[in-house]
Structure formats: structure tokens, C-alpha cells
């Protein structure tokens, strides 16, 4: 049974940090991609990150270029992708979900990624 577990979420004033997590198990994800999303309330859910499954190549939005850092470990059983968050912004409010996409090109497509966790909460306050 695949699961994503993502964690690492929680409330921190705007300026700090937090680094999340997602555990990803059940199947082999070799040659997947990995993204993270996250959806606002009354929002539709958006893009934020993906990173090969080599590592080698990062994709971001351009709301969080330069502030968040994508990485992954590609262990034998599960993989775990990072999503490292600095400079948060009330704006970056959200629940953040992790994602494997089959594919080893990078999409900020949702349509592509075909599981999915259930997400982390994160509140920046102001």
C-alpha cells in the first residue's frame, strides 16, 4: 500500500523557518519525480516545488524562488523529500502535500502526480 506522510508542519512568525517532510513508501518510486503543493483556504490548491529523481534538476514557483529548498533522499525502501522554508510569509499559509509523479521530467501540473499525502499545516503569522 503506497503512502506519503508528510510532517514538520506548525505555526511560526513571519521570518522564520520550517523544514517539512514526506515519507514516501509502498512501491518502488525509482525514476519519480516528487512535488510539493499546498492549498489555502478558499484557495485552489498550487504548485510550490518538484526535484528529479536524480536530484539534479529543481522546479519552484515563482512565489517561493529563492526563499524555499526542495531535496530529496532516495533510500531503498522509501524516499523522503524536504522542502526547506525560509523567509515565511503570512501569504505562504497553507496545508502542504507531497506528491510522486511517474515521470522524470518536472511538472507543476497537479494532473501528474499521482499520489498524494494528506498533508501538513503550516501558519506563518504576522
Known amino acids: 500500500q503506497v503512502q506519503l506522510v508528510e510532517s514538520g508542519g506548525g505555526l511560526v512568525r513571519a521570518g522564520g523557518s520550517l523544514r517539512l517532510s514526506c515519507a514516501a513508501s509502498?512501491?518502488?518510486?525509482?525514476?519519480?519525480?516528487m512535488g510539493w503543493f499546498r492549498q489555502a483556504p478558499g484557495k485552489d490548491r498550487e504548485f510550490v516545488a518538484a526535484?528529479?529523481?536524480?536530484?539534479?534538476?529543481?522546479?519552484?514557483a515563482d512565489s517561493v524562488k529563492g526563499r524555499f529548498t526542495i531535496s530529496r533522499d532516495n533510500a531503498k525502501n522509501t524516499v523522503y523529500v524536504y522542502l526547506q522554508m525560509n523567509t515565511l510569509k503570512p501569504e505562504d499559509t497553507a496545508v502542504y502535500f507531497c506528491?510522486?509523479?511517474?515521470?522524470?521530467?518536472?511538472?507543476?501540473?497537479?494532473?501528474?502526480?499521482?499520489?498524494w499525502g494528506q498533508g501538513t499545516q503550516v501558519t506563518v503569522s504576522s
Open positions: 506528491a510522486t509523479n511517474p515521470s522524470i521530467r518536472l511538472s507543476s501540473s497537479g494532473r501528474e502526480y499521482d499520489y
Open positions: 509502498g512501491r518502488t518510486f525509482r525514476n519519480y519525480a
Open positions: 526535484i528529479r529523481w536524480s536530484g539534479d534538476s529543481t522546479l519552484y
